[in-house]
């Protein structure tokens, strides 16, 4: 995946938030997967339309940050190995 791939979950996902254990999780067949603050806000972006840098650009906005980018591909890679996204 590179800043110009545009990421999105898979059919078969599905984020959710669980208010009662104050949680981000990530529903796939058979698997639920917690996810952290910045993991959850990465992945509620990643709907196809969006460049990894645009991804990038908002997130930096949003969280007050620069130089993200490194870490967005890096859990982006992370998650299309474990077949949480796919790239387009």
Same mark, same amino acid.
């Given at each position: 995946?590179? %800043?110009?791939? &545009?990421? #999105?979950? *898979?059919? /078969?996902?599905?984020? /959710? #938030?669980? /208010?009662?254990?104050?949680?981000? $999780?990530?529903?796939?067949? +058979? #698997? @639920?997967?917690?996810?952290?603050?910045?993991?959850?806000?990465?992945?509620?972006?990643?709907?196809?339309?969006?460049? @990894?840098? +645009?991804?990038?650009?908002? $997130?930096? +906005?949003?969280?007050? %940050? &620069?130089?993200?980018?490194? +870490? *967005? $591909? &890096?859990?982006?890679?992370?998650?299309?190995?474990?077949?949480? @996204?796919?790239?387009?």
């Amino acid at each position: 995946m590179d %800043a110009g791939s &545009t990421p #999105r979950l *898979v059919p /078969k996902a599905m984020l /959710k #938030r669980d /208010k009662v254990r104050d949680a981000d $999780l990530l529903l796939l067949p +058979e #698997r @639920v997967v917690r996810l952290n603050a910045s993991g959850a806000a990465i992945l509620r972006l990643c709907d196809g339309t969006r460049t @990894v840098r +645009e991804l990038v650009d908002r $997130l930096e +906005e949003e969280f007050g %940050a &620069t130089g993200l980018i490194d +870490e *967005v $591909l &890096t859990f982006l890679d992370d998650a299309h190995d474990q077949g949480w @996204v796919v790239s387009g």
